[in-house]
């Protein structure tokens, strides 16, 4: 029910923008959260967006990263500024939280989109 879409390959210093989509469902009212997991590293908290628009970011990626809702097309999207080789990973977005937004007890989670970054 989530598809998360616009990973790629990109230089160090590039921009990218992913979208995760909901079909089924629509998720406005309810917080919508990114995650990325590297490989043989734990999933982490990138960023999050409540229901009432308050957003929320890992310190790793503050002042980098956007994260906003699209409520006509049913989207949140993670625009990505001044990527470098560390923000390499699977990114995943999930979206009903049961917990704190930074947390992994969301319900319903997308498949993922790498996202490589070269130096």
């Known amino acids: 029910q989530l598809q998360a879409f616009g990973g790629g390959l990109v230089q160090a210093g590039d921009s990218l923008r992913l979208s995760c989509a909901a079909s089924?469902?629509?998720?406005?009212?309810?917080?919508v959260g990114w995650f990325r997991q590297a490989p043989g590293k734990e999933r982490e908290f990138v960023a999050a967006?409540?229901?009432?628009?308050?957003?929320y970011y890992a310190d790793s990626v503050k002042g980098r990263f956007t994260i906003s809702r699209d409520i006509a097309k049913n989207t949140v999207s993670l625009q990505m500024n001044s990527l470098k080789p560390e923000d390499t990973a699977v990114y995943y977005c999930?979206?009903?939280?049961?917990?704190?937004?930074?947390?992994?007890?969301?319900?319903?989670w997308g498949q993922g989109t790498q996202v490589t970054v070269s130096s």
């Open positions: 089924g469902r629509t998720f406005s009212s309810y917080a």
């Open positions: 967006i409540s229901g009432a628009y308050t957003t």
């Open positions: 999930a979206a009903y939280p049961r917990d704190n937004v930074r947390s992994l007890s969301y319900d319903y």
